[in-house]
C-alpha cells in the first residue's frame, strides 16, 4: 500500500477549510502550510492534524513547493483550502493507493461553483494534476496559476472534486483583478509584448470557448455570466500589458503639467 500526504496552503481560509479537510481525513498525513491566518484558519486545521507549519507568504509557487517538500510521503495529494475532494474521488483515490499507482502523476477533473449554482455536469471540466510522486514532479514558476508539473507518465481519474472559490461575482472581479495583474510580471519576464489589437479579438473568442465549446451554456445564467467574466479576464490580461508598456514609454507626458506626479511620491515615500 502507498502511503499518502495531503497537502494544503492557507491563509484566512476559515469559512471552506473543514470541509476540505473533512473529505480527506482518512489520509496517512495532513499537513498545512499556513501563512499566518488571522482568522479561526489553525484552530480548524489542529482538529484533524498536527503537521501545522507557518511561513509568510513567497508567492504561489514557492509556498506550495515547500508544503511539498515538508510532507512525509511521496505521494501527494496537493488541495487548495477552497476545494473538495467528492465522496467518489475519495474512495478511486484510496483504492489507487492500496493497490499501488501506475503512473507518476494523475490529473483530477474540477467541478467549478458559478456563484449560486454549481456547474452542470455535462459542462467541459478543466483537468488539474494535483496527485503525483513528489520524487518525479515539482511546481512550476507561474507566479499566478503556478501548478505541479511531472517528468513521467500521467495518467486521469474519473470523479471530480470541487471547487468553491468564487461565490459570487464580486469575489470572481476581485481574482480576475488580481491574477490579471500578477501575469504581466510573468508576461514580461519571458519578453511577451502588447498588442492591443489582441484587445479586441481575443476576449469574444475566450467567450466563445467557455459558453459554446465548453457548454457553459448548459448552466444557464451563471454559466453565461461566468463565461463574460472569463472575457474580461482576457481582456484586461492584454490591457494592462499594454498599459504597462505606453506607462514605460510616456511616463506622464501626456498628462497635464498639474497631474500629480505619482512616481515621484511613490519614490519619496520609499
Given amino acids: 500500500m502507498t502511503k499518502l500526504s495531503v497537502v494544503i496552503t492557507t491563509f484566512n481560509n476559515s469559512d471552506t477549510l473543514r470541509s476540505c479537510l473533512e473529505a480527506v481525513r482518512w489520509a496517512d498525513e495532513i499537513l498545512v502550510l499556513d501563512s499566518h491566518s488571522t482568522d479561526a484558519t489553525r484552530e480548524i486545521a489542529a ?25 512525509a510521503h511521496d505521494w501527494v495529494l496537493l488541495l487548495d483550502a477552497d476545494e473538495v475532494v467528492s465522496s467518489a474521488l475519495q474512495d478511486e483515490i484510496r483504492q489507487l493507493m492500496q493497490r499501488g499507482p501506475t503512473a507518476d502523476g494523475y490529473t483530477l477533473p474540477r467541478s467549478e461553483q458559478l456563484f449560486w ?31 505541479p508539473v511531472v517528468e513521467g507518465l500521467v495518467e486521469q481519474l474519473h470523479n471530480v ?17 488580481w491574477y490579471s495583474t500578477g501575469l504581466v510580471e510573468d508576461k514580461l519576464r519571458r519578453g511577451k509584448r502588447a498588442n492591443p489589437w489582441s484587445c479586441v479579438f481575443y476576449p469574444p473568442l475566450v467567450f466563445v470557448k ?14 453565461f455570466i461566468g463565461s463574460v467574466c472569463m472575457a474580461f479576464y482576457a481582456f484586461l490580461k492584454y490591457a494592462k500589458l499594454f498599459e504597462h508598456e505606453q ?20 519614490r519619496k515615500a520609499a
Fill in 161 to 177: 472534486f470541487y471547487h468553491f472559490g468564487e461565490k459570487d461575482i464580486d469575489t470572481k472581479v476581485h481574482k480576475i483583478n
Fill in 117 to 147: 449554482r454549481m456547474n452542470h455536469p455535462s459542462c467541459r471540466m478543466n483537468h488539474f494534476l494535483r496527485l503525483f510522486d513528489r520524487r518525479k514532479g515539482c511546481m512550476n514558476d507561474v507566479p499566478v496559476h503556478a501548478a
Fill in 247 to 266: 506607462q514605460q514609454q510616456y511616463g506622464t507626458s501626456l498628462l497635464p503639467a498639474e497631474a500629480p506626479n505619482r512616481s515621484a511620491a511613490l
Fill in 210 to 223: 467557455t459558453f459554446l465549446l465548453k457548454k457553459n451554456y448548459r448552466s444557464g445564467w451563471a454559466g
Fill in 47 to 71: 482538529e484533524f492534524t498536527d503537521r501545522i507549519s507557518q511561513h509568510h507568504f513567497l508567492g504561489y509557487s514557492q509556498q506550495k513547493q515547500m508544503a511539498i517538500d515538508l510532507a
